[in-house]
């Protein structure tokens, strides 16, 4: 159920994702992040939801998964400038079965300023795994976002693992559950990285938010 395709430029999200995408910043702690500039677009979600897979497949390239995965980094927000127009921020994965408590707290206050005191943070793709739906985290997280007044949409991944009768009530879950939350995007993109399903839908979404470019 992704937004209605006469809605969706296809063409403006195949052109913005073609461009460069340059790692800026890693910030840890609040104090490090970057200036304010361009239109953000955020990525949160579980680890080993498939969040790199996705903005793999997203930009084409294995940049900003490979500088979020180094060790050292996997903790911090990870700022990519994409063409000028628009910045991608690779947020952690939750789920800390091996992290410290002291680095959660951290982590969650860093996470907290930053959802919180980002005016350019137009949108969080809050993604989801099709094979488990929403789970207990991604509501805890849903409630941050919608108390922080961020705009969130949620990105159903590895929709290939999933029977299409399966994934329909799946979606149908999600969509119902989404329309009690204040600040979410009532529209969810259904994708799969390595089909390569949504992938064209959810560029278009994105370019829309991005900054104009030089042929717009
Ligand atoms: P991350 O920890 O959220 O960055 O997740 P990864 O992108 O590293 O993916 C975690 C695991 O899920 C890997 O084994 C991927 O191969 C697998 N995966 C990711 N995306 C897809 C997908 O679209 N379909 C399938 N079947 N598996 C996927």
Redesign the pocket.
Known sequence: MSAPDEELDIEAGRRLFTQECRFVAGAERSEALPPIGLPEIAFA?R????????VNALTGRTTLARVSHTPGRTQQLNFFDLGGRLVLVDMP?FGFARAAKRKIKDWSGLIERYLRGRPTLRRVCLLIDARHGAMAVDRGFMERMDAAAVSYQAVL??S??VKPAELQERIAALAAELAQHVAAHPDLIVT???AGTGIPELRAALAALAAPGQFD
């Open positions: 979600g680890s080993n939801v498939g969040k790199s897979s996705l994965g991944t590895k290939d693992k799969s990285a390595h």
